[in-house]
């Protein structure tokens, strides 16, 4: 199974345990973007709705698009009843979306999933003249907080981490969207803390692509490596978290 695919198999999961996004990030983004009722937004792989209830509180015009056929599931039955929500289950790189323009695009930890020129010039497209593209992504950090776990849980990493596929979608240059004819590229960065238990940690160490692929008997041995470390440290692990926003625009025409 190909990464991009792979969260369809843990929804629920996928949905408890996936961090969400700051509200400040939000509060900036819509003001930037002028967001409201009579707004057209397009949200791109919304998996569970980890970035959409700030949106979609806002009267907006909301539509998704959604790869995963359980995850799509997902949103259905948690915003269906929502009189501005839409959404449809395909691939955003072959999907028709006929005559619809949108004034603002925007990925939560999405986007890096589709080739970087569909990915550009096809949102570029999309987007009205003065549209925004918005692309947000998390950086953790856990050993600002506790630098003995942090090193423990290397350790185990060197010894049990054996992913059976590589992941190399870290390379998407969200710098380069002004190459696709965007202007007023910038970054924004904002911040926030997570608390987990021994129990919290694994299960969200499980929503990790790469995580999900590590064969037995390595599997066992790495999460119950992660486990025993967070529980011998007081059952708590702090993630010190940045949420990165890049947005950009297209120009007016």
């Not at 819509?30 to 967001?35: C, G």
């Not at 630098?147 to 060197?158: A, F, R, T, V």
């Not at 037995?216 to 999460?223: D, I, M, R, S, V």
């Not at 025993?228 to 120009?251: C, E, M, N, Q, S």
Request: glycine content about 6%; aromatic content about 16%.
């Amino acid at each position: 199974m190909e990464f991009r695919k792979i969260f369809d198999t843990i929804p629920d999961k996928f949905d408890q345990y996936r961090p969400r996004y700051s509200q400040e990030l939000f509060d900036w983004l819509l003001k930037y973007a002028d967001i409201g009722p009579d707004k057209s937004v397009l949200e791109l792989g919304p998996g569970t709705g980890q970035a959409t209830d700030p949106v979609l509180n806002t009267g907006c015009d909301y539509h998704a698009i959604e790869l995963g056929e359980h995850l799509y599931a997902k949103m259905k039955e948690k915003y269906a009843d929502r009189p501005n929500f839409s959404i449809v289950n395909d691939d955003f790189i072959t999907h028709d979306f006929g005559d619809q323009k949108f004034d603002m695009i925007y990925s939560a930890a999405t986007i890096q999933w589709i080739p970087e020129k569909i990915a550009f010039s096809k949102t570029f497209e999309l987007l009205k003249p003065g549209g925004v593209l918005a692309m947000m992504l998390t950086h953790s950090d856990y050993k600002q907080a506790n630098e003995i776990l942090y090193e423990k849980i290397q350790k185990i990493y060197d010894e049990y981490y054996r992913p059976e596929e590589e992941y190399t979608q870290g390379s998407f240059g969200y710098t380069n969207a002004p190459e696709y004819g965007y202007i007023d590229f910038e970054r924004r960065d904002f911040y926030g803390e997570r608390v987990m238990s021994a129990e919290e940690y694994v299960q969200y160490s499980g929503t990790h692509c790469t995580h999900m692929v590590i064969p037995e008997p390595y599997n066992t041995q790495f999460f119950d490596g992660l486990r025993k470390a967070v529980l011998d440290a007081g059952d708590k692990i702090v993630f010190k978290d940045t949420y990165v926003l890049y947005v950009t625009r297209r120009p007016l025409e």
